[in-house]
């Protein structure tokens, strides 16, 4: 599924196309995603002018001043840039291209989404308000996100850090791989109660949790399955992982063997070693 290093490389690559720019209209071939497409959207979106492209959590909210169209990429979605401006010639769509956003330079913004399981949603006026969005955690890449606030939060708590981290309410946008990731540059066990860990140990986490998030983003995030970027192009991050997918190998840290289990029916990868 992407996570938050893929939807903010999304929203990276596809601004500079949309910010400014009027949109045309919009083409549904397919609204039964995992909550049925508007059937008035394209006559809603016509003629509105986009204002800027942001992202909370996992969503990504393109303004179009009074109203936001809302995008989830859920478990295989990408948004796909097709420049027809310059001469370009746009790619035909394909079978699970459900979507296009069209703007009046003829640039579209194509949802390609194998599985169904994302989704294009619209909302007028306060999109924080909306359902899906009310009530996230804080931004982990933001200041808000920080060790005193984590462990306040988590004091008493008897749900695993490796749990915590995939809280929507908790922290907002992390996922699987990227929990994974954090833990070990850690040094903490994905097991741990999160109400047993310290305040010394929840800066450890949050530093590590930003500098995975960072590097995530710069190398376009991590291309399983089916996400690639905006260009079309694969992220590469995935080529850097310490332990996600990497049972029954040496740790690079100890040499220790990387171990698996599933925790909330979700694989966790740990060093045992580095990891207490």
């Known amino acids: 599924m ?11 690559g596809i601004a500079p196309y949309l910010e400014g720019k009027t949109i045309a209209g919009a ?6 995603l995992r909550w049925p497409i508007p059937d008035n959207l394209p006559e809603t979106l016509s003629g509105l002018t986009i204002q800027n492209v942001a992202r909370r959590a996992k969503y990504l909210l393109i303004d179009c ?15 796909i840039i097709q420049p027809r401006g310059s001469g ?21 913004l194509r949802l390609r989404d194998p599985r169904r399981f994302g989704a294009v949603l619209w909302h007028p006026g306060n999109v924080f308000q909306h359902p899906l969005l ?3 955690g804080p931004e982990p890449l933001t200041a808000d996100f920080n060790a005193q606030w984590f462990w ?27 929990a994974n990731e954090a833990l070990f540059l850690a040094g903490i066990n994905p097991k741990i109660a999160a109400g047993k860990i310290g305040i010394m140990r929840y800066e450890r986490l949050v530093q590590a949790i930003k500098q995975i998030l960072q590097r995530a983003i710069q190398a376009g995030g991590s291309s399983l399955r089916d996400f690639v970027k905006s260009d079309g192009n694969p992220g590469y991050f ?4 310490a332990v996600y997918g990497r049972e029954g190998q040496r740790c690079m840290q100890c040499s220790h063997t990387i171990k698996q289990f599933k925790q909330n029916q979700r694989s966790s990868f740990f060093c045992p070693n580095c990891q207490r």
Do not use: W
Request: proline share 3%.
């Open 2 to 12: 992407p996570e938050l290093p893929e939807v903010e490389t999304t929203r990276r």
């Open 27 to 32: 083409i549904i071939r397919n609204s039964s």
């Open 65 to 79: 001043n009074g109203g936001t169209l809302i995008f989830h990429l859920g478990m295989s979605g990408s948004l």
């Open 88 to 108: 370009g010639v746009s790619e035909s769509p394909g079978k699970h291209d459900h979507f296009d956003l069209i703007l009046m330079d003829r640039t579209i």
């Open 134 to 136: 009310t009530n996230l």
């Open 152 to 178: 306040k939060k988590t004091r008493n708590s008897l749900a695993s850090i490796k749990q915590t981290l995939l809280n929507g309410r908790m922290v907002a946008g992390m996922g699987n791989i990227y």
């Open 238 to 241: 995935q080529q850097h992982y």
